[in-house]
């Protein structure tokens, strides 16, 4: 599903920040991406997310090679990746309804051919009773279910997470989990990126380990 093959990535005339990254991400498969903070973590997941390209290297995505790809393209690629961005990015001036219904809107489609898919999506993370509250108003773990319902609603087939319980107390933490857990057991791809050891050892899956730049794998 997605390729990389001696990826480098420097930011500006900096240091490489990442060096010679190659893996793969299959289909259907659960990751958690993990090292310490200023690894490199957040700009692996750009790199995943086509949001930087790379300063080196081969990145292949939905069998696209990304150097090649048309900018035309990218779009269209990118509406099959999730991502739960660790601020949230959520509207304050929308409701939590209308927050996690905007890529649907904004990919044109009807309001009456979605609503109950919304409103369905937002009980399964626990905020059915939420729909109408502005952001301002939730506390941090309805933030953050908010921006995995947001992420989910377009039904990605890649789903990206930056520290998806970096603000949450452990119970909610292991509850958050469960729901990427589903999500992988009913066939999407996830990557969790995380330095919260006792979250991972709660999920026995594979681990991409950053450290000085490089990735190490243990399936
Ligand atoms: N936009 C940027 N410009 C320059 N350097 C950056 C930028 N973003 C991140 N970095 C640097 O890249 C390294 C990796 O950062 P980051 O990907 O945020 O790590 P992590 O998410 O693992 O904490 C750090 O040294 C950080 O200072
Ligand atoms: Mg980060």
Do not use: C
Not at 154 to 169: C, I, K, Y
Not at 198 to 206: E, G, K, P, Q, S
């Amino acid at each position: 599903m997605l390729r990389f093959e001696n990826v480098g990535l420097r930011y500006g005339l900096g240091p490489e920040v990442l060096r010679d990254l190659t893996f793969q991400i299959a289909p259907n498969s659960f990751q958690f991406l993990t090292g310490p903070s200023g690894a490199g973590k957040t700009t692996l997941l750009r790199l995943l997310f086509l949001a930087l390209k790379p300063t080196r290297g081969l990145i292949t995505v939905f069998d696209r090679d990304m150097a090649t790809l048309p900018k035309r393209d990218l779009p269209s690629l990118r509406r099959r990746i999730g991502v739960v961005f660790q601020d949230f990015r959520l509207l304050d001036h929308m409701t939590t309804y209308d927050n996690v219904a905007l890529p649907l809107r904004v990919a044109g489609r009807d309001e009456a051919s979605y609503r109950a898919e919304v409103v369905e999506l937002l009980g399964w993370v626990g905020l059915g009773d939420r729909l109408d509250a502005l952001p301002p108003v939730l506390s941090g773990g309805e933030k953050q279910r908010a921006a995995i319902a947001r992420a989910l609603v377009a039904r990605p087939e890649l789903l990206l997470a930056d520290e998806p319980t970096g603000n949450v107390d452990p119970q909610l933490a292991r509850r958050i989990l469960r729901l990427f857990v589903e999500l992988h057991k009913s066939g999407t791809s996830v990557v969790i990126a995380t330095h919260d050891i006792a979250l991972m050892d709660l999920y026995d899956a594979r681990r991409l380990v950053l450290h000085d730049g490089r990735l190490h794998v243990y399936e």
